[in-house]
């Protein structure tokens, strides 16, 4: 995928023959009974955690997400802004995934009890730099950040402004989590790629691998990520719904899977949430950790659930070492580091790890058929950069600061 998006009618399927009633947006999201969210529910909801979408924005006027709002912020294209403008619809997506609220028969997140920081790192969904979004990732965490949400992705191997923004993270004990990218390749980029942070392909229905995603080594988990129905803002569809694909989708999943943990044992350090995802997660490929899924696809009733020893660090993070937990500069030096040319705003491009978009219809109480306006939204790819060689294990054990 190369980072365009495409809005296209979809039609409603009814309950039955006979009977006009559409299905409502929960209905349509297949994912909840593939991940047994509703048993998990059971267990937990999520509240009291405090999820950074760090994204396009989040629209404050949806309400599948009200009540779920915390005051925010703007970076790059987007500085001066809460937050709360979103002018693409993915960070709108990707926070409804997480911690929807189901209001009036509409869309239901993983974690319906957390609360969710929205950080927009760019005007549009074409605007994100490296630059923007380690400055999203540092203000999100010096604003009580317990998970960073990245559904995005990029090109690069190393990008020495957002190790340093991930690593301020893990310093101070929030959990990390990222697209590994829609290209179908054996790469995963910046920053799905820095050691610590889960990493996250996609699924299909029926627990397949999506073979949109991109995959690696660094690949930690999966999720489902293809006909994924959440919420987008109305200036994008006019229904407020959509059907996503995307590591984009999957990532915010596994987010909010991340939120149920850290509220049923609010005493785990982020290393040990980590550590309780990885280990129960279901394996779907070949016994053990693979390229394609990492450890398999996340099961948030285990996760909760599952007896599990608790570790010393993040079991995805390098050798431990002692390091400053000062913030990291805005711009941060790149002096002996090969990395891509920056863009314009002083940023390495990034892409948003999202596939197509297809319009959804809201819920209605009779209907026959309903179909929703066809548009078209564009996205311009990321530029091919020189190829840049992965980093050593000593690269990864050096100052963070």
């Not at 006027?61 to 619809?89: C, H, I, M, Q, W």
């Not at 604003?143 to 090109?155: C, E, F, I, K, R």
């Not at 016994?287 to 285990?302: E, L, S």
């Not at 913030?327 to 002083?346: F, H, I, K, M, R």
């Amino acid at each position: 995928m190369t980072g365009r998006a495409v809005v296209a009618a979809v039609l409603i399927a009814l309950a039955a023959p006979g009977v006009a009633r559409a299905q409502t947006i929960e209905e349509q999201q297949w994912h909840l009974a593939a991940l047994g969210v509703h048993a998990a529910h059971a267990t937990t909801r999520g509240d009291g955690v405090v999820v950074a979408v760090v994204d396009s924005g989040v629209d404050d006027t949806r309400p599948d997400l009200t009540g779920a709002l915390l005051p925010g912020a703007g970076f790059g294209s987007a500085a001066g802004t809460d937050g709360t403008e979103d002018n693409d619809g993915h960070g709108t997506a990707m926070a409804t995934l997480i911690a929807g609220r189901a209001v009036d028969g509409g869309a239901l997140g993983v974690a319906p009890g957390a609360m969710i920081l929205p950080v927009s790192v760019g005007a549009d969904g074409d605007k994100f730099t490296t630059a923007s979004v380690a400055e999203g990732v540092t203000w999100a965490v010096d604003h009580g950040a317990d998970v960073v949400n990245l559904s995005l992705t990029s090109l690069a191997t190393l990008t020495p402004d957002l190790l340093r923004a991930v690593n301020y993270a893990f310093d101070h004990d929030a959990v990390v989590v990222a697209g590994t990218g829609n290209d179908g390749d054996e790469h995963v980029g910046a920053p799905a790629n820095i050691k610590g942070v889960i990493a996250v392909s996609g699924t299909v229905e029926g627990n397949g691998p999506w073979p949109e995603s991109n995959t690696g080594p660094e690949t930690v988990l999966a999720a489902p990520a293809k006909r994924i129905v959440t919420a987008v803002p109305l200036k994008v569809v006019d229904t407020g719904y959509a059907e996503v694909d995307g590591t984009s989708a999957a990532t915010a999943l596994v987010s909010g899977v991340a939120a149920l943990v850290r509220a049923r044992y609010p005493d785990l350090d982020a290393g040990n949430v980590v550590n309780r995802l990885i280990t129960t997660a279901t394996d779907l490929l070949e016994p053990g950790r693979d390229n394609v899924t990492g450890f398999g696809q996340v099961d948030p009733v285990a996760a909760l659930t599952a007896d599990v020893p608790r570790v010393e660090r993040n079991p995805l993070a390098p050798p431990p070492r002692t390091s400053s937990t000062e913030p990291p500069p805005t711009s941060p030096s790149t002096e002996g580091l090969a990395v891509p040319a920056p863009g314009a705003d002083g940023g390495t491009r990034l892409l948003v790890a999202f596939g197509g978009l297809t319009a959804v219809g809201a819920v209605v109480a009779v209907v026959s058929v309903l179909l929703a306006r066809r548009s078209r939204i564009r996205r311009v790819p990321v530029p091919v950069v020189t190829e840049i060689p992965p980093p050593s294990d000593d690269f990864w054990r050096g100052d963070r600061r």
